[in-house]
T-cell receptor, first 112, second 112 residues
Framework: DAEITQSPRHKITETGRQVTLACHQT?????MFWYRQDLGHGLRLIHY???????NKGEVSDGYSVSRSNTEDLPLTLESAASSQTSVYFC???????????FGPGTRLTVL | QQQVKQSPQSLIVQKGGISIINCAYE??????FPWYQQFPGKGPALLIA?????SEKKEGRFTISFNKSAKQFSLHIMDSQPGDSATYFC???????????FGAGTRLTVKP
């Protein structure tokens, strides 16, 4: 079955370290997204991509980067992790012009 | 500044009752309004969505009511069941632009 997966599911890291969260989808969707979820804020868009080699900044992109080298993967990198980046991160994908987004199971990141 | 405001933050309803969650938006460019349901430890999943050309959409026990002039929309869950206990997010997106903005979420508890 087609799906969207995230790894790791849980991660603890230290301030200043570089961290990469993986997102992989097997639907062949063009569009992929990264969100962070915090209490009182709902989900906020970090970065998104409409296809290979395309990346765009979202609402809260500072301190994060993404790259899209193939259709299936959109890794999210925290260049120098900060305690304010402790959050639950969700990857999502959608096909073509459709706005229906399908979410992965999430990665809980703790920055100490 | 949150572009989509959601209320209440939490809601407790008796089994068989009606659950109502409200959202308001400011950006008139929004023209796609989905509701997502999220269970603990899972990613959000699309529940129901509406476009502003209709004032109401019903799918089973779930209904979206949309008031374009007031820039408000709401989710009604009829005959609420304990299995409906989850966090619900409203969202809004402009056109085919996948820049989705989410409300802060409502934690619904349905008591048996």
């Amino acid at each position: 079955d087609a799906e969207i997966t995230q790894s790791p599911r849980h991660k603890i890291t230290e301030t200043g370290r570089q961290v990469t969260l993986a997102c992989h989808q097997t639907w062949n969707h063009n569009n992929m997204f990264w969100y962070r979820q915090d209490l009182g804020h709902g989900l906020r868009l970090i970065h998104y991509s409409y296809g290979v080699q395309d990346t765009n900044k979202g609402e809260v992109s500072d301190g994060y980067s993404v790259s899209r080298s193939n259709t299936e993967d959109l890794p999210l990198t925290l260049e120098s992790a900060a305690s304010s980046q402790t959050s639950v991160y969700f990857c999502a994908s959608s096909v073509g012009a459709s706005v229906t987004q399908y979410f992965g199971p999430g990665t809980r990141l703790t920055v100490l | 500044q949150q572009q989509v405001k959601q209320s209440p933050q939490s809601l407790i309803v008796q089994k068989g009752g009606i659950s109502i969650i409200n959202c308001a938006y400011e950006n008139t460019a929004f023209d796609y309004f989905p509701w997502y349901q999220q269970f603990p430890g899972k990613g959000p999943a699309l529940l129901i969505a509406i476009r502003p050309d209709v004032s109401e959409k019903k799918e089973g026990r779930f209904t979206i009511s949309f008031n374009k002039s007031a820039k408000q929309f709401s989710l009604h869950i009829m005959d609420s069941q304990p299995g409906d206990s989850a966090t619900y997010f409203c969202a809004a997106s402009p056109g085919n632009n996948n820049d989705m903005r989410f409300g802060a979420g409502t934690r619904l508890t349905v008591k048996p």
